[in-house]
């Protein structure tokens, strides 16, 4: 498989829309982004990227649920699709593959210092 | 309702994000905003939600989010469409060749003549545009107070431009210039040739394109430039630097080398002249007169400033330049010296006199433009009347398109499209016309030389840039949105007339056909006045005679003798100014009243050596000394004007010297028919003032005699320019003219039948074509040629009728006007004109009329009954 190119806050975004499963939109993903990882992120860098994966086919959407807040304006509701899922978790085995192959940090004296 | 649902978003970059946001977007991105309002409002404030609102709604404006008139990834179907457009418009083009060739060729005889137009004006209003330097370049101008008010004058003092250099300090380049028409003599040779004398600035400020040597010539003062022209005529193939030419100016000659040569000029250039000389080598420079006489000679002088340098700097300098003038000239003190920038000098020909330009020449202008309109509203005409014609066989195209979703501007812009193909085709056609067929044509006519330049002219490019886009808007719009008008269900049910009995079209046609007679009324009335007028007797007998020019008065007497000595000389006379020519006014005085009347100083033979027809009284009688000193003949009109009758009971006081009047003369035409004769008197005088000598030859002998009579002059004043001529070619000149305006005018006359002959041969053939099975019944029921004729015709002759009356009685105005503009001789309007213009188009008519009457003489009704 030629793999999933996925950009660091692609990789983000997917995940958290993923986390928030049905409540993905916005205003949702940017809240969610700031209180998991306290990274404040440009709402509409947030709408750029969610455009841009559901064009690559990991994410759908639907329209719905109002609120007055929004100016009874409905959300575009986000959800993780199944390629979605599938590339989150082949980033995550070649990551994890990756990092196993890492020498351990222990303290090796070998070099002889 | 929660509290603070009271406060809203600013409204302003609310509005700024529904303006540009793709509609597709904004729902989600205008409720995320709203949304992040209110939390930032919540926690912040409400200044604070208010600012963020505002970043959020700039940092949306990204390119995914941007509105387009059509979503980004179908740009490439944009191409495909335009594409789709042309292939179609092509095919429809070159099915319908022959009206598509209509169209096409009335547009490009109109393009023709709008550039030719364009041309001659532009090369009027743009002249001098292309120098390089020409807006750091600045005359100087002076305003006096005078009699009639203040005037501005394009010269100023010479020394003027001696002081320049210390005064006016931002000053680059400067030249005095001078126009003078000197005798040129090469080979013992002479011509009389437009010389400009001018500083060696001169050629550091303008800038010629040099075919030989270089402009640094002209700092030489024995060195000359001259055009290519000139040094073809002069050297022919030799090469000319070097050689060595004399000029006489003011009576003495001196000798000079040509140091360079010139392309020739263009009609584009703001300075007429054949050769450049050093204006220190010939004018007496200043130094040598005294103080007041070097003030008071004037020429124009130019200044180039510094670039960037603001003209109102030297304002200061200028004030002392006029202080100096006024202190040295007090009687005649110059108000104000000015700069007149050279880009402005022809919008201000008006304003300033003896400037470099002093006419516009408004008439030929206005000539020219009216009949480029006439023929441009002719060709828009013919094709707007086709084009409907065109389309209403592709309605069921419009309906089918109309009901797959295409909007009415996307229809219009499919037939606009077609429109410029036709357009573009008739541009280029127009300009091939005009480069190879109307401009030479023209400049043969009006002796000029203009050409196309589409590589140096910008202004070309503009202007058929402004064609284009004009004639297609004008002549396709109207159309289009007719067409795409229709209700589909209307088109697809075959309900919808359209075209050939429209209102519109006949409005055009009656228009057309009015402006086509106004044009032949026009033409004929032109050259039947030319007819007229050549005929004209000139109330004298021109025949047999030649005049000659005398230089200056000690030549007087030896030319006379010799050419008195001349066998074939039977008589001879001297004269002030000859008839034929223009003659000066003098004032007189009758009665106590004053008169500004012609007068003819003449030795005493001279009206019998002109042949002027006696009508009362006797002519001069040589041999009287008191016909000599106090003795007048006056013409017809003299008396008419005046008011009197042959005998006169009073005298006639001119110059203070009372005078009898002891003859009345017929009236006869000194100048031509473009002016009224005026009242005029002859007077004999005493020899040495004449300029000229009239020969009355033997009969039959003036013209061979010519060369024999140019000879002995050249004899007699070798370094003087022979200006000999028939009286019969007096009028030449005139005559020129005259008849190259009526080519002019024969020739828009002629366009114009052909236009609006092709115009109706389109509308008459198409309109045939769709009623043809009509026509097939018709026959097959046995209606005979007469019923079938008058059933295609009737239409347009009605037209006809109404346009002839519409355009008998505009041309009876407008070409009366016109001719009255041109003559005070000519033939008026008269029936043969009016009859000749209703003629044409009548036969125009008949003819295309009874063309597709022929089609439908040789047609089968079975053969096109039978097919569906």
């Not at chain 2, 070097?242 to 263009?266: C, F, R």
């Amino acid at each position: 498989m030629k793999g999933y190119n996925l950009g660091e806050l692609e990789e983000l975004i997917l995940l958290t829309v993923g986390i928030l499963d049905q409540e993905a939109y916005g205003v949702a993903v940017l809240e969610e982004i700031k209180n998991q990882t306290g990274r404040k992120v440009n709402i509409s860098a947030i709408h750029t990227v969610l455009n841009r994966l559901e064009d690559k086919g990991y994410l759908k959407s639907h329209m719905g649920g109002a609120t007055e807040e929004r100016g009874g304006r409905r959300k575009r509701l986000f959800s993780i699709s199944a390629t979605g899922r599938a590339a989150i978790e082949e980033v995550k085995n070649v990551r994890n593959k990756l990092f196993d192959q890492l020498p351990p940090l222990a303290l090796d004296f070998s070099h002889g210092y | 309702m929660d509290t603070k649902l009271k406060y809203h978003p600013p409204k302003w970059p609310d509005r700024f994000l529904e303006f540009y946001c793709n509609p597709s977007r904004l729902e989600q991105i205008q409720g995320d905003a709203y949304e992040l309002f209110h939390m930032n409002l919540e926690e912040r404030g409400l200044r604070y939600a208010r600012f963020r609102f505002l970043i959020h709604v700039l940092s949306f404006f990204r390119w995914g989010n941007i509105r387009r008139s059509k979503p980004s990834y179908q740009t490439y179907n944009h191409g495909a469409m335009f594409k789709n457009y042309m292939k179609i418009g092509w095919r429809n083009l070159s099915k319908q060749k022959g009206t598509t060739f209509i169209s096409v060729f009335g547009l490009a005889c109109a393009v023709g003549c709008c550039m030719v137009a364009y041309l001659f004006i532009a090369h009027i209003w743009f002249k001098g545009m292309h120098q390089p330097n020409k807006n750091e370049i600045f005359q100087l101008t002076y305003t006096v107070e005078e009699d009639e008010g203040k005037i501005t004058y394009g010269t100023v003092a010479e020394p003027i431009s001696e002081l320049i250099p210390e005064n006016l300090n931002q000053v680059k380049n400067q030249t005095r210039i001078l126009t003078n028409f000197s005798v040129l003599i090469h080979n013992n040779e002479s011509f009389l040739q437009r010389s400009l004398y001018v500083d060696s600035g001169f050629m550091e400020m303008f800038e010629y394109r040099m075919e030989y040597g270089f402009p640094g010539a002209l700092n030489e003062p024995d060195e000359v430039i001259l055009t290519h022209q000139l040094s073809e005529k002069l050297f022919g193939d030799t090469h000319p630097i070097g050689q060595e030419i004399s000029l006489v100016t003011d009576g003495t000659e001196k000798l000079y080398k040509v140091g360079g040569v010139m392309a020739d000029l263009n009609d584009m250039d703001m300075f007429n002249f054949d050769l450049l000389v050093n204006i220190e080598s010939s004018h007496n420079t200043s130094l040598d007169l005294p103080l007041k006489d070097a003030w008071s000679s004037e020429l124009w002088t130019f200044v180039q400033l510094e670039k960037g340098t603001n003209p109102m700097d030297l304002n200061p300098g200028l004030a002392m330049l006029k202080e100096r003038q006024n202190q040295i000239n007090p009687e005649k003190p110059y108000l104000d010296l000015e700069l007149v920038a050279y880009t402005d000098l022809i919008y201000k020909v008006d304003q300033i006199e003896r400037g470099v330009r002093t006419f516009l020449g408004l008439a030929p202008q206005i000539v020219l433009g009216a009949i480029a309109t006439f023929i441009m509203i002719l060709a828009v005409f013919n094709y707007i009347n086709i084009s409907i014609l065109m389309a209403s066989r592709r309605l069921k195209e419009i309906g089918v398109r109309k009901v797959i979703g295409s909007n009415k501007w996307q229809l219009i812009a499919q037939f606009l499209s077609e429109n410029l193909l036709v357009c573009l085709m008739a541009i280029v056609l127009g300009s091939l016309l005009a480069a190879f067929l109307f401009l030479p044509g023209f400049n043969d006519i009006a002796s000029k030389n203009l050409k196309i330049d589409l590589f140096n002219d910008k202004y070309i490019w503009m202007f058929l840039a402004g064609m284009l886009l004009f004639i297609t808007l004008v002549s396709g719009l109207y159309p289009a949105i007719y067409i795409t008008s229709f209700k589909p269900i209307h088109i697809l049910k075959g309900n919808q007339q359209l075209g050939s009995k429209s209102v519109f079209t006949s409005v055009l046609l009656t228009f057309q056909f009015t402006l086509a007679i106004i044009s032949i009324v026009a033409g004929v009335a032109f050259v039947q006045t030319n007819y007229i007028n050549s005929n004209r007797d000139w109330g004298y007998e021109s025949s047999d005679k030649i005049i000659v020019n005398v230089p200056s008065p000690e030549d007087y007497t030896p030319l006379k003798n010799k050419f008195a000595a001349l066998a074939s000389v039977n008589e001879i006379s001297g004269s002030q100014d000859y008839v034929g020519n223009w003659i000066r006014e003098e004032e007189l005085i009758y009665d106590e009243q004053k008169y500004e009347i012609g007068l003819l100083n003449a030795e005493a033979n001279y009206s019998e050596v002109l042949d002027l027809k006696l009508k009362q009284g006797r002519m001069f009688n040589p041999a009287l000394i008191s016909d000599t000193e106090e003795s007048i003949l006056v013409n017809q009109k003299f008396l008419d004007r005046l008011g009197l009758s042959f005998p006169l009971t009073k005298k006639i006081t001119l110059d203070s010297v009372g005078y009898n009047v002891v003859g009345v003369v017929e009236d006869f035409h000194t100048i031509y028919f473009q002016s009224l004769i005026d009242p005029l008197v002859i007077r004999a005088s005493p020899d040495s003032t004449f300029n000229y000598l009239t020969l009355k030859m033997s009969a039959g002998t003036a013209a061979s005699s010519m060369e024999e009579v140019k000879k002995i002059w050249h004899e007699t004043i070798p370094r003087g320019l022979f200006e000999g001529k028939l009286q019969t070619e007096v009028f030449d000149h005139e005559v020129k003219d005259v008849q190259g305006v009526s080519k002019l005018i024969l020739f828009a006359a002629i366009l114009a039948v052909v236009l609006a002959a092709l115009g109706l041969f389109g509308l008459v053939s198409l309109n045939m074509n769709s009623r043809i099975k009509d026509f097939c019944v018709r026959k097959v029921f046995g209606a005979d040629l007469g019923d079938l004729s008058m059933k295609l015709a009737k239409r347009y002759l009605i037209i006809w009728v109404i346009a002839s009356v519409l355009g008998g009685g505009l041309a009876i105005f407008l070409v009366s006007t016109f001719l009255n503009s041109f003559f005070a001789f000519h033939s008026g309007v008269g029936l043969i004109p009016l009859g000749l213009g209703f003629l044409v188009l009548f036969l125009v008519i008949v003819g295309t009329v009874s063309s597709q009457i022929m089609k439908i003489v040789k047609a089968n009704p079975a053969r096109i009954l039978k097919a569906e």
